[in-house]
């Protein structure tokens, strides 16, 4: 099972990033994909997931409304797409996902991911 992240960078206070999480090495009808973030020496924070099979969603409050998530369920990749970024959205941002999670561990707030990418960074000055 891997997990690969990509679209980090570096944008202005306001703008706008996507970030895309590509999967394989599993089945994927039961998969759910997270995103997370964590800011060094502080806890990791869960922004979005999403249950892969019917798209159902969770969004943190901190990001509702601003990130929104995007799938291509044949090509086994989520996106993160973040707009009206602020400074305190500067982190590592990791995927992760979990073939066996069911739709209430998935979209209830406190996924835990069983795979994991390797993380990059998104810098908000």
């Known amino acids: 099972v891997q997990l690969v992240e990509s679209g980090g960078g570096s944008v202005q206070t306001g703008g706008n990033l996507t970030l895309a999480c590509a999967a394989s090495?599993?089945?994927?009808?039961?998969?759910?994909v997270g995103w997370f973030r964590q800011v060094e020496g502080k806890e990791r924070e869960e922004v979005a997931s999403?249950?892969?099979?019917?798209?159902?969603?969770y969004y943190a409050d901190s990001v509702k409304g601003r990130f929104t998530l995007a799938q291509d369920y044949k090509k086994k990749i989520v996106w993160l797409q973040m707009s009206s970024l602020r400074p305190e959205d500067t982190a590592m941002y990791y995927c992760?996902?979990?073939?066996?999670?069911?739709?209430?561990?998935?979209?209830?707030?406190?996924?835990?991911?069983?795979?994991w990418g390797q993380g990059t960074q998104v810098t908000v000055s």
């Open positions: 999403i249950y892969v099979r019917g798209g159902h969603t």
């Open positions: 992760a996902g979990d073939p066996a999670a069911s739709i209430k561990s998935c979209t209830g707030g406190s996924f835990s991911g069983r795979y």
């Open positions: 090495g599993y089945d994927y009808s039961g998969y759910c």
